[in-house]
């Protein structure tokens, strides 16, 4: 039976197309979450149904009012919250879907931008310098534009249907001038692949493979940003542990 969602005292209340009921699929989600305060629990159990309600919706128009918009801003940026509290719940559902099948799956590798407007940019870091127009002596003229890039893994079976996230990875670049330059100098296949952006393919295949468990079971699948020869070495290394 769904439970019913016990509001935090003194913040605000909930919005009146908010059920205060919990859905059971929110509970399944938030099963293996763990916060340090049970209110900040519950809080996530509110935001995900303002968020589910609202689906591709900022913040303030999921949650219809400035009292809910500002519990969803505290939540966010309180420093006992982080994206690996938020997200456990949802991998560990992932994993008892991923149980629960029999066949093999396909996991799913791409990267996502997200971009924002803002005067300062460096408080969300920088995401990709995009040409504007040229200059009057001919010259190209660019815009950096801000943002943050996720690379995540989907789980999803032959037929199509989406198991949920295996692994995820959130960060944003500080700068770009100079790395031109830099190729010049610098031979790029002698940087160990730890310091490179695509160190973030093995990361995932890493926590993916140590989330289910069975990679003999998992499919990866990849753009050809994921032709990297690490990758194939640790992902073929992996598979020989456990056959």
């Given amino acids: ?42 809080r996530l159990q509110q935001l995900l149904q303002q968020f589910s309600s609202g689906l591709g919706e900022s913040i303030p128009f999921a949650c ?16 006992r919250v982080n994206e690996g509290a938020i997200l456990a719940g949802h991998f560990e559902s992932t994993r008892n879907r991923f149980a ?23 408080p969300v870091g920088l995401l990709l310098k995009s040409f504007r127009r040229k200059g009057k002596k001919g010259r190209p003229l660019h815009s950096v534009i801000c943002g943050i890039l996720m690379h995540s893994r989907l789980a999803v079976t032959p037929d199509g249907l989406p198991l949920g996230l ?27 692949i730890e310091e490179k952006e695509s160190f973030r393919w093995l990361e995932n295949v890493r926590q993916s493979t140590a989330l289910f468990g069975e990679p003999s079971r998992c499919v990866h699948i990849g753009d050809r940003e994921s032709d990297i020869y690490e990758l194939f070495v640790r992902h073929i290394a992996r598979f020989k542990s456990v056959a």
């Fill in 64 to 79: 219809q009012d400035w009292a809910n918009t500002k519990a969803a801003y505290r939540f966010l940026s309180n420093p």
């Fill in 1 to 42: 039976m769904p439970k019913r969602v016990a509001l935090i005292p003194g913040e605000d209340n909930p919005v009146p197309f908010l059920d205060t009921e919990t859905p059971e699929w929110v509970e399944q989600e938030m099963s293996g979450c763990s916060f340090p305060d049970q209110r900040l629990h519950q």
């Fill in 100 to 122: 629960a099948t029999g066949s093999p799956l396909l996991i799913l590798h791409d990267t996502t931008e997200f971009t924002f407007a803002r005067n300062d940019r460096a």
């Fill in 166 to 192: 295996a692994a995820i990875k959130f960060w944003s670049r500080k700068k770009f001038k100079g790395t031109n330059a830099l190729k010049r100098k610098v031979n790029p296949t002698r940087v160990p």
